[in-house]
């Protein structure tokens, strides 16, 4: 039998010294006793998966609006394309891949309806209420909106956890699980997007061949596979532009902890300099990649027009109920008293589906909608 013992034990010979340990967890906020089979960060993982929240990723935006198309991807489907990247690089370096996956299974809970655009609209409407950025919210839903257990609010996810989701807050423990799903994300968000934009002829093919990376891959199709489909050129190339990206992060960050002469976890956390990075010659084609699309992808005018709708649903949403508060549902009344009413709006209209949030627009807004 295999139990967390076991699994503890299996950690300490496995893992690299650098790596952090679930038997060495600071622990959570409220004390619980630890489970028989499984570790400490295993179990956060659980909890994520289990939660509201990410339920919800399925049907909120990655940068095409919910409804625009069944194959493209949603949040849920990105954070799990990204925590297979992050783990495939944690095992490489041999750190710990359930801290790895619980932080990146939760890092995109925060996020609003309708993508980016709900972010910015949110930020806007939040602006002298105490802000409104999606990390700082992702934090506040595992740690405080989470209604799942009778002895404590939110999921009482381990310290490491949630400093893994602290991506911009310097007070945070350094950890190099954290920082592997930090790069992580930017792999998955510029090849799968890539991907979207192609598959969705919003990019040319001929387009991409502008970046460096695409071009690099597209050699090596036209040499192996002149004659398959486009949509086969397409898939082939972004496996290449993956591993490619992945590859490099992996051997870059072992270069790296070798020459800082990281040995434990608190010689990590007092690094400075980063450590797991693209190498110095990849760097520029992975900025050249983001630049094109920026300009090609997230400037394209029927993303703009998503965009535009995104925000205006949100603004209208947000308008009404601080108008008439009693229109919100009970559950999220109550805690106006505590919170505020622009905080609890924001916290309700965040936690939004796209469809959700295009059905309530029209509950409130179309004059023959049933409410």
């Not at 807050?169 to 192609?198: F, K, N, P, T």
């Amino acid at each position: 039998m295999i139990d967390r013992t076991c699994l503890e034990q299996r950690e300490r010979e496995w893992l690299a010294p650098y790596a952090v340990l679930s038997e060495t967890s600071r622990g959570r906020k409220y004390p619980e006793k630890e489970h028989d089979f499984r570790t400490a960060f295993g179990r956060d993982r659980d909890r994520i998966v289990y939660s509201t929240a990410f339920r919800r990723l399925e049907y909120k935006t990655q940068v095409f609006v919910n409804h625009e198309g069944d194959h493209y991807r949603t949040r849920l489907t990105h954070t799990l394309e990204m925590s297979l990247i992050a783990r495939t690089i944690g095992r490489a370096l041999r750190l710990n891949e359930d801290l790895i996956e619980a932080v990146a299974l939760a890092h995109d809970l925060g996020h609003g309806p309708f993508g980016h655009a709900g972010q910015d609209a949110l930020s806007v409407l939040m602006r002298g209420h105490g802000s409104f950025e999606h990390n700082r919210q992702c934090l506040r839903i595992v740690e405080e909106l989470e209604e799942s257990y009778s002895g404590f609010p939110g999921l009482n996810l381990t310290v490491e956890v949630r400093d893994g989701l602290r991506k911009h807050e310097r007070q945070r423990v350094r950890s190099l699980e954290a920082d592997v799903v930090d790069l992580a994300d930017s792999i998955a968000y510029h090849c799968h997007d890539l991907d979207d934009g192609l598959r969705a002829e919003l990019l040319d093919t001929r387009d991409a061949l502008r970046t460096g990376l695409w071009k690099e891959a597209n050699r090596y199709i036209e040499r192996k596979v002149r004659s398959a489909s486009r949509v086969v050129k397409v898939k082939m190339g972004i496996r290449l532009l993956m591993n490619r990206l992945v590859g490099d992060v992996i051997g870059e960050t072992m270069k790296n902890i070798r020459r800082f002469k990281i040995a434990a976890p608190e010689d990590y956390a007092r690094t400075r300099t980063p450590v797991v990075q693209f190498s110095k010659a990849l760097r520029p084609k992975v900025n050249e990649l983001k630049q094109f699309l920026t300009e090609h992808l997230y400037q394209h005018y029927r993303v703009i027009r998503m965009t535009e709708k995104g925000q205006r649903v949100i603004k209208g949403l947000f308008q009404v109920y601080l108008s008439q508060p009693k229109q919100l549902p009970p559950s999220v009344l109550k805690r106006i008293s505590q919170d505020g009413l622009e905080r609890v709006i924001c916290d309700y209209v965040a936690g939004m589906t796209d469809r959700f949030a295009l059905d309530e627009y029209e509950r409130l807004f179309a004059p023959y909608e049933r409410v």
